[in-house]
T-cell receptor
Framework: NAGVMQNPRHLVRRRGQEARLRCSPM?????VYWYRQLPEEGLKFMVY????????ESGMPKERFSAEFPKEGPSILRIQQVVRGDSAAYFC?????????????FGEGSRLTVL | GQNIDQPTEMTATEGAIVQINCTYQ??????LFWYQQHAGEAPTFLSY??LDGLEEKGRFSSFLSRSKGYSYLLLKELQMKDSASYLC?????????????WGAGTKLIIKP
């Protein structure tokens, strides 16, 4: 049973470009969470999605950021017109049920560097 | 409001015991988690407490006091591989939704 798969592991973008991060949850998991982590800091919640639905996007910046989890395929976190402040590790986690459940299973993260 | 506090960094000696504290303030507490995160890697689940008391799992134990808004993670017989960040996270029920609120993590340095 493969774990949560994220790609790319490392992504370099210039200011103004778009970054697209993908996350495939564990088999049987239909709930996906995206977190951002700056060096030496904790995890910051961004968005919680189920298949074809955004459940909670209270942690996501209103502009330039969007997320989706289509019926088929991975969840995608999209950052348009990236700025240097977007440089961070972006972690995806999945769970087999909704937020009522226990542990989250994390992917290895995607590290975005904006030049 | 929601707030979680844990020490930024701690140092301990191989073979010793260390206790990492976490205090929290939430309106709808529904459980507390501890995760371990090695540098550059994904967080991995260590423990979950929802009732008061001590949960023991091998060399790691986690304690919760809901009335005091307090938890600790106890690591015994420390090994060099225990050098990592330890993240405290509280599940809070707010606005008809469960949220996981994360502390900034405690970086644990193990010295020989």
């Amino acid at each position: 049973n493969a774990g949560v798969m994220q790609n790319p592991r490392h992504l370099v973008r210039r200011r103004g470009q778009e970054a697209r991060l993908r996350c495939s949850p564990m088999k049987g998991h239909s709930h996906v969470y995206w977190y951002r982590q700056l060096p030496e800091e904790g995890l910051k919640f961004m968005v919680y999605l189920q298949k074809e639905n955004i459940i909670d996007e209270s942690g996501m910046p209103k502009e330039r950021f969007s997320a989706e989890f289509p019926k088929e395929g991975p969840s995608i976190l999209r950052i348009q017109q990236v700025v240097r402040g977007d440089s961070a590790a972006y972690f995806c986690a999945s769970s087999p049920r909704g937020s009522n459940t226990g542990e989250l299973f994390f992917g290895e993260g995607s590290r975005l560097t904006v030049l | 409001g929601q707030n979680i506090d844990q020490p930024t960094e701690m140092t301990a000696t191989e073979g010793a015991i260390v206790q990492i504290n976490c205090t929290y303030q939430t309106s709808g507490f529904n459980g507390l988690f501890w995760y371990q995160q090695h540098a550059g890697e994904a967080p991995t689940f260590l423990s979950y407490n929802v009732l008061d008391g001590l949960e023991e799992k091998g060399r790691f134990s986690s304690f919760l006091s809901r009335s005091k808004g307090y938890s600790y993670l106890l690591l015994k017989e420390l090994q060099m591989k225990d050098s990592a960040s330890y993240l405290c996270a509280v599940r809070d029920y707010k606005d008809s939704n469960y949220q996981l609120i994360w502390g900034a993590g405690t970086k644990l340095i193990i010295k020989p």
